[in-house]
């Protein structure tokens, strides 16, 4: 009788929607516990990371990680699950490509904690010590692990077989892979669960984008109405539709909002950011200097907008020198 | 010869975490440590950032409550822009919010605490979980607990995008409005919903409220804490997850302060602790005293036992009868017992239930008018909401072209995080005796923070 | 990358003019910086800005696009493009790390080796000043 394939998950930095997504798949996932042997899986299962080590080399056929390497614990546990699977699967944003954590990239770990720990109105002590900046001076605390210079994706730290795109992918494109990995399927290296070309193909208002487009102003989704039923590039408002993996069936198109990129860019484009920028640049109206520096004041915070969810994978998140 | 016990990670909750325990020659308590190795600076790099991204950009902290980020954050917005929104609106962000309280209360009933209290006490640690629930209540409930939920997020699909990643809010609204033909569809759904609810709570007498194991720890004081609580009530101070004043009640029920979520700042302090990533959350008035419950110190909670500590009632009939029985179960409000987060959570299933039902008769609910344009220029504005785990305060100051320069956040589990490690190693130092430390005996050390339903990533962020 | 001192500068050089320019400084033996790596394109619009990040992660310290002065583009709007391009990663440039003056965009006339010599000096002289963009470090894990 053969042994069941064993899978496991587990979460860097993360926020569990990818657990949601997964968790999503309903009915299904019973099936998936039927069928497969869940090794470990914190959000679901007691599982602890001792039995995780216990396991022989290459025990389990596939490893679903999710989450952005943050901490120096995150680069243990991924090495020690790279060691213990036959195949690693990153799914979600931040394990493809950094995800919105990658923003922090633009700061120093001292940066981030500072703000947080002591900047903020409501703390108490503006002056106090930081977590994880001395020593426990009783040994009584496990000690912390701390942040890494820069966020990484999890292709930055160890080799990674497949990806499944999206700020959380869709529950129907895990449950497919999910199923395959339990069936003997394992993906093909370096496969992208998701559409190669652009959300565009499937977008219903695509017939509703003209060739050429000529923006003189950008407009901001706050103080702006739009027409529900019309691409929103033309009404001068971005959407990074057309640098963007489709696969998620356009869902914040239908909810009347611009799509903002979580799936990454399409197979031609290196760089999201970059990518964006073409797209943008190539909307923009006018010839002279002090036009162009006016129109492209209009666009906030465009480097948020851009590197929204891939900075920790662009030169230009790259961290602080040291 | 000191022993050290490691629980890592800590499981079936929102989040990283670990619990060290030490114990002393005896092989007693001597210190347990409740550990959050989790954190990625948004207060830090959402600033510069657009504020119409915040509900967007913020809901990353936590997939598991996104529509509670999304929901503060798009009032913070109505605050800052000075805009309020349309009745429609209103009323699609509130009928959205509870949808996620009624499935994301379930998914801690199935997945995450529920397996403590459902699934029999001495079943070994590969029992305890989503599938030793289903195996335990039968194949029948597990399958209507699954696709009710899944029928709730489709709701929640169905108004904002996807329950995993909501995309509708704006500031004086909403994107779009409900059409008349998906009302119909909400509003069956709605009923579903509390159908299931009514069904759900006789269910969990039978099998939690009257299991001997449970009862015994629903009154040991291992698991209570005299603390303060806090949550959201309306006019006639009954539980409101959408809107309200903040009310604060003392360890022993009188009113402490009542104050709107703008004045946090009055009230809540944040403190820093060395060895976590959790920021404390503690009462101003009181000041910060340790680990320590009681009258005298600044430790509060919130949640679902907290909220209903905090009310004068429920606002829906059959929640409000509901929570009547517990306290009369309990024979006192406040109840301190943390077990009774189940119990209450469930109340809140209820109310959450047939408050859906009310929105969605609701007139306005189908109105083409969802958004307000603001007119002012922004500058500083506060949104708070019941998230299902505790209280969300989003404080946002931009510039005149409402770009952020400073976001504070005080995330739900937070105000719990005292409260959390002293319930860890109250039970701790309860449990474990002369060195005796079993598998079970460790579970039950867990259900002292599960209770709470702990969403990490949301209290670290 | 070069082990010398010297910043390395990627010269984006329009064939039709910034070209000829370079090519006239050099007929001309104008003095020029070391370090400035010449890439003939057809046209500056060609260059977007997924190019400039890339020779910044191959280890430039500095990115010009030469092209022709607005109105005499060979293929009409081209340098327009150019220009659309860089003002769009000048603001993406300022929540960066990567200081906006490592880039620059410079009309260069057919045949101006003066100008051409000038322009470039400017920016060695801007980038030695500004130092190499990023230090290398052994920490530095890019493995992709």
Known sequence: MAA??????????????????????????????????????????????????ALPDKEIDAAFINGAI????????????????????????????????????????????????????????????????????????????????????LAQVVPVDAFIPGCPPPPETMAAVITDVIHGRLPASGTVFALRKALCHQCPR???????????????????SWDPEVCFLPQGLICLGPVTRGGCEARCIRANMPCRGCFGPTERIDDFGAGAMALIASMMAGGDETALDRLVDSIADPAGLMYRYSLATSVLGKGPDR | MNRRICIDPVTRLEGHGRIDIRLDEEGNVDRAFFQVPDFKGFEKFCEGRAAEEMPTLTQKICGVCPTAHHIAGVKALDDLFGVAPPPAARTIRELMHLAF?????????????????????????????????????????????????????????????????????????????????????IAATANEALAFARRLLPLFHEAVLKNNRFRKMARSHAFALRTYYMGLVDEANRVNFYDGRLRIVTPDGDTFV???????????????????????????????????????????????????????????????????????????????????????????VLYAAERMVVLTDRPEL??????????????????????????????????TRAIVKQLNLLVATQNNAAAICLSVEKAARALIKNGAVTDRILNQVEMAYRAYDPCLACATH | MVGARDPAIIAFLCHWCAYDGADAAGRARLELPCGVHEVRV???????????????????????????????????EGNVHAMKRMALLRAVLQST??????????????????????????MAAEIRKLGPVFKPSSQDNHGR
């Open chain 1, 4 to 53: 069941k394939p064993k899978i496991a998950f587990y979460w860097c930095a993360g926020c569990g929607g990818c657990e949601e997504s997964i968790i999503d798949m309903a009915e299904e996932l019973l099936s998936v516990a039927e069928q497969a042997d869940i090794v470990f899986w914190p959000v679901v299962l007691d599982a602890r990371y001792g039995d995780l080590e």
């Open chain 3, 97 to 122: 790390r990567l200081d906006v003056r490592r880039i620059r965009l410079e009309w260069v006339a057919a045949g101006d080796g003066d100008r051409y010599a000038r322009v470039v000096r400017e």
């Open chain 2, 366 to 399: 189908s109105d083409a008018h969802v958004r307000n344009l603001p007119t002012q220029s922004p500058a500083e504005g506060v949104g708070v909401c019941e998230a299902p785990r505790g209280t969300l305060i989003h404080h946002y100051r931009t510039d």
């Open chain 3, 42 to 76: 057809m046209c500056s619009g060609q260059i977007d800005s997924g190019m400039v990040l890339k020779a910044f992660e191959e280890g430039a310290d500095g990115v010009m696009v030469l092209g022709c002065e607005p109105g005499d583009c060979h293929y009409k």
């Open chain 2, 258 to 348: 009542d104050f709107p979520a703008a004045a946090y700042l009055d009230h809540l302090r944040e403190k820093a602790v060395r060895g976590s990533y959790m920021k404390i959350l503690y009462l101003k008035a009181l000041g910060w005293h340790g680990y320590l419950d009681g009258p005298a110190s600044g430790m509060y909670r919130v949640g679902p036992l907290a909220r209903l500590n905090a009310a004068a009632g429920m606002a829906t009939p059959l929640a409000q009868r509901e929570y009547e029985r517990l306290f009369n179960a309990v024979g006192q409000k406040p109840a301190h017992n943390t077990l009774l987060y189940h119990w209450a959570r469930l109340i809140e």
């Open chain 1, 206 to 224: 695509v017939d509703s984008k003209p060739d050429a487009i000529e923006i003189t102003r950008f407009k901001r989704l706050y103080n702006t």
């Open chain 2, 101 to 185: 309280v009624f499935e994301d209360h379930l998914l801690h009933l199935f997945y995450l605490g529920g397996p403590d209290i459902l699934v029999n006490g001495s079943a070994c640690k590969a029992g305890k979980n989503v599938f030793g629930v289903f195996e335990e209540l039968g194949a029948a409930v597990g399958r209507q607990a699954i696709a009710i939920r899944k029928k709730v997020r489709q709701l929640n699909a169905l108004i904002s995008g996807s329950a995993l990643y909501p995309v509708c809010g704006l500031p004086g609204g909403v994107a779009q409005p409900v059409a008349e033909t998906a009302r119909q569809q």
């Open chain 1, 70 to 153: 943050r901490l120096d614990e995150h680069v243990r546990m991924v090495r020690l699950l790279r060691r213990k699977s036959k195949c690693i699967v990153a799914h979600g944003t931040c394990a493809h490509l950094g995800g919105v954590i990658g923003l922090a990239n633009w700061h120093s770990p001292r940066q981030l904690l500072e703000c947080a720990f002591r900047q903020m109105p409501s703390m108490d002590d503006p002056s106090g010590a930081l977590p994880g900046d001395d020593p426990p001076d009783d040994e009584q605390e496990p000690p912390l692990p701390k942040l890494l210079p820069a966020v990484r994706s």
